[in-house]
C-alpha cells in the first residue's frame, strides 16, 4: 500500500509538471500565432497601400465580385426611372440611386440619362461600354451626382456631361478611353472633384463652355493630349490638382477662360508647358508648384494677369510671358530655369509690373528705362535688361537660369568681364538693339548658344571665349547686319550641326578686324585659307588667329605706362629737392 501511494502521489505529482509545461506551451504557441496574425494584417495593409498608389496598372477600384451584372441602362424621361426599379423616388431627399453595377457592354452606352428633371446618383459602377460610359445630357440643374465609378475602354470619352447645370463629377477613375477621360459641356457651375484621368488618348479631364466650373483635387496623368482643360470657361477654380506626365498640351491648360483662378496646383514633367493660359484675361495663377521637363509656366496674348507666389523647377522656361499687357509677375521663385518675355512691341514691355522674383536665390534683374547707368558687381540669378541706354553691366557670373542676360530695345550698352554658364538656352540674347558691346566675357556649357543676335545691328564682339555651346557660339539671324566680331576664342562648340562654331544669317557683318586685319581663333580650323562661317550670308574669317587671343585692359595699360613714366621722375625730383636742401 505505501508503494501504490508513493507511485500515486508520483503520478500525480507528474501530472501537474506535465499540466504546466502544457500550459506554458499553449502560452508560447498563442504568443506565436499572435505575431503571426499581426505580421499578415502588416503585409495586408502594404499590399492595400501599394494598390491604391498603383491603382492605374493593378487593379480598379471596385471589385468586380462585388458588383452586380447589369445591362446597359437608357433613360430618356422621368418615367424611365421607374422601368429599373431603383431604389429612391428622385427627390433632393430621395435621388435615384443607380449604384454598384457592372456594366460591360458593346452598345453606346453603358448609362446614359437624358431630358430628366429628377434627381438621381450613379455610384460605385463598372461600365467598359463600345462608346461611352456614362452619358449625362440636358438634366436639370443639380440633379445629377456621378460618384465612384470606374469608366474605361471607351472609343470616345469615360464621362460626358453636356448642358446640365451644377452637377457633380466626384471620385471617378477614367482611364484607358480613346478620347477624354471626363468631358463636360456647355454646363455652368459643376464641381468636377477627386477624379483619376489616365492614360487617355486626349485630354483627362476636359471642360468646355462652362463658366463658374470648379475643379479641384483631380489627378491628371499619363495622358496624350494634356491633363486638364479649360476652354470658354470663364470665372472658373483650377485648384489642388495634380498634373504629371502628359504630353503635347501639357498639364493644365486655359483658353478663353477670364477671370479664372489657377491656384495650389502641383504639375511636373509635362511636355511643353505645366500651366499654360492664352487669350484669358484676368487670370490669377498663385501658389503653384512646377517641376522637371517642360516650361513652368506660359502666359500669352492673355491680359491683366497676376503671376505671384509660385515655384518652377524645370528644365526649360520657368516663367514666360508673352503679349499679355498689364500683367503683373511677383515673388515668384524659379530654380534651374529663368524668365522669359518676348514681345516685338516695347510699349508692352512698359506694362508690365515685375518685381520681387527670385531666380537661383537671387533677385531677378528686370531692368526698364534705365540712361547712364553702371552695374559691377553679380547681384543677379538673371538680368532682362529693356529700353536701356548708355550703361555698363559689367563682373556678372550667371548660371543655371534660362538665358543669363538678355537684352531687348536698347542700345549704346556695353557687357564686359563676366561668365555666363550652364544656362538652359544661351548666354546672352540681343532683340532689337543696336551698339552693343560684348567685351571679354566667357559663355560656355549653355544649353544652345553662346550669344544670339536677332534684328541687332553694329554691334561689336570681341575678345571673348565662347565654349562647349552645342550649337553655334556666336548666332547673327537674317536681320542683323553690320556687327563686328573678332578676337574671340572658339572652342568645341556646335557639335550637332553645321560644320563651323558660328552662324551667320545676317548682312554686312564682319567676322575680323579692319584695323589689324585680324580674326578670330578657331580651335577646328586647319590652318591653311579662310574659315567659313555657317549660314546663309555665306560669310567667312580671312584671317584666322593662330592661338587664342588675350586682352588687354587699355586702360590699366595706359596706367601702367604713366606710372613707368611718372616713377621716374617723381624719383629724380625728389633727390634733385634733396641736395638743394643739404646746400
Known amino acids: 500500500m505505501v508503494k501504490i501511494s508513493v507511485y500515486l502521489d508520483k503520478g500525480i505529482y507528474h501530472n501537474k509538471i506535465n499540466k504546466k509545461r502544457c500550459e506554458k506551451m499553449s502560452v508560447k504557441y498563442s504568443k506565436v500565432l499572435a505575431f503571426l496574425l499581426f505580421f499578415l494584417f502588416l503585409v495586408s495593409i502594404q499590399n492595400v497601400t501599394n494598390t491604391a498608389e498603383n491603382i492605374d496598372e493593378t487593379s480598379d477600384s471596385h471589385s468586380l465580385l462585388l458588383l452586380i451584372n447589369h445591362a446597359p441602362i437608357l433613360i430618356k424621361n422621368d418615367t424611365a426611372f421607374s422601368f429599373y426599379g431603383f431604389p429612391g423616388n428622385g427627390t433632393p431627399e430621395s435621388p435615384f440611386l443607380i449604384q454598384n453595377l457592372n456594366i460591360t457592354t458593346n452598345v453606346t452606352s453603358g448609362i446614359e440619362i437624358i431630358n430628366t428633371s429628377k434627381f438621381f446618383i450613379i455610384s460605385d459602377c463598372y461600365i467598359d461600354a463600345d462608346s461611352y460610359g456614362i452619358h449625362v445630357s440636358n438634366v436639370s440643374a443639380g440633379t445629377a451626382q456621378i460618384i465612384n465609378n470606374t469608366c474605361t475602354n471607351h472609343l470616345y470619352h469615360g464621362i460626358r456631361v453636356l448642358d446640365s447645370n451644377y452637377t457633380t463629377v466626384t471620385g471617378n477613375i477614367c482611364k484607358y ?5 471626363i468631358v463636360v459641356g456647355s454646363s455652368h457651375n459643376p464641381i468636377i472633384s477627386n477624379n483619376y484621368c489616365t492614360k487617355n488618348n486626349w485630354v ?16 491628371c ?7 486638364l482643360l479649360l476652354d470658354g470657361s470663364k470665372r472658373s477654380f483650377v485648384e489642388k490638382n495634380s498634373c504629371h506626365n502628359n ?10 477662360s ?3 483662378y489657377v491656384t495650389n496646383n502641383y504639375c511636373s514633367d509635362n511636355l511643353n508647358n505645366n500651366i499654360f493660359v492664352i487669350y484669358s484675361s484676368d487670370v490669377i495663377v498663385t501658389d503653384n508648384s512646377c517641376f522637371a521637363s517642360g516650361r513652368g509656366i506660359f502666359i500669352s496674348s492673355s491680359e491683366n494677369c497676376s503671376v505671384e507666389n509660385n515655384y518652377c523647377s524645370t528644365s526649360g522656361i520657368g516663367i514666360w510671358v508673352k503679349k499679355s499687357e498689364n500683367s503683373r509677375i511677383y515673388q515668384n521663385q524659379l ?6 518675355f518676348s514681345d516685338d512691341k516695347v510699349e508692352i514691355f512698359l506694362t508690365y509690373e515685375v518685381s520681387s522674383n527670385l531666380v537661383n536665390g537671387k533677385p531677378l534683374g528686370f531692368l526698364i528705362n534705365l540712361q547712364d547707368f553702371k552695374i559691377r558687381k553679380s547681384n543677379y540669378g538673371q538680368l532682362v535688361i529693356i529700353n536701356c541706354t548708355q550703361g555698363v553691366i559689367s563682373n556678372q557670373i550667371i548660371s543655371n537660369t534660362h538665358i543669363a542676360i538678355s537684352v531687348l530695345f536698347s542700345n549704346q550698352l556695353m557687357f564686359k568681364d563676366s561668365i555666363l554658364s550652364s544656362n538652359n538656352e544661351g548666354g546672352i540674347h540681343l532683340r532689337y538693339s543696336y551698339s552693343i558691346e560684348v567685351l571679354n566675357s566667357i559663355s560656355t556649357s549653355n544649353g544652345l548658344y553662346g550669344i544670339l543676335a536677332e534684328y541687332t545691328s553694329y554691334c561689336s564682339i570681341t575678345y571673348n571665349t565662347f565654349e562647349s555651346n552645342p550649337f553655334w557660339g556666336v548666332v547673327l539671324d537674317l536681320y ?10 572658339f572652342r568645341n562648340n556646335n557639335q550637332y550641326y553645321g560644320t563651323a562654331q558660328a552662324k551667320d544669317d545676317g548682312q554686312n557683318n564682319l567676322w575680323y578686324d579692319l584695323s589689324t586685319l585680324e ?8 590652318g591653311v585659307g579662310s574659315y567659313s562661317i555657317d549660314g546663309f550670308a555665306g560669310t567667312e574669317d580671312p584671317y584666322p588667329l593662330s592661338e587664342p587671343p588675350v586682352y588687354r585692359n587699355k586702360n590699366i595699360y595706359y596706367s601702367f605706362l604713366s606710372l613707368v613714366v611718372l616713377i621716374p621722375l617723381i624719383v629724380f625730383g625728389y633727390f634733385r629737392f634733396s641736395s638743394k636742401r643739404k646746400r
Not at 177 to 181: A, K, P, V
Not at 335 to 340: T, Y
Request: charged share 10%; with cysteine.
Open 177 to 181: 478611353n480613346s478620347w477624354h477621360g
Open 204 to 219: 483627362g479631364l476636359y471642360l468646355s463652355n462652362c463658366n463658374s466650373s470648379i475643379a479641384s483635387n483631380n489627378t
Open 221 to 227: 496623368t499619363n495622358n496624350l493630349r494634356g491633363g
Open 247 to 256: 504630353t503635347i498640351n501639357g498639364g493644365i491648360r486655359l483658353v478663353d
Open 258 to 260: 477670364n477671370s479664372s
Open 335 to 340: 530654380e534651374n530655369c529663368g524668365f522669359e
Open 480 to 489: 542683323s547686319k553690320n556687327n563686328s566680331i573678332h578676337h574671340n576664342s
Open 519 to 526: 580674326g578670330n581663333y578657331w580651335e577646328d580650323y586647319l
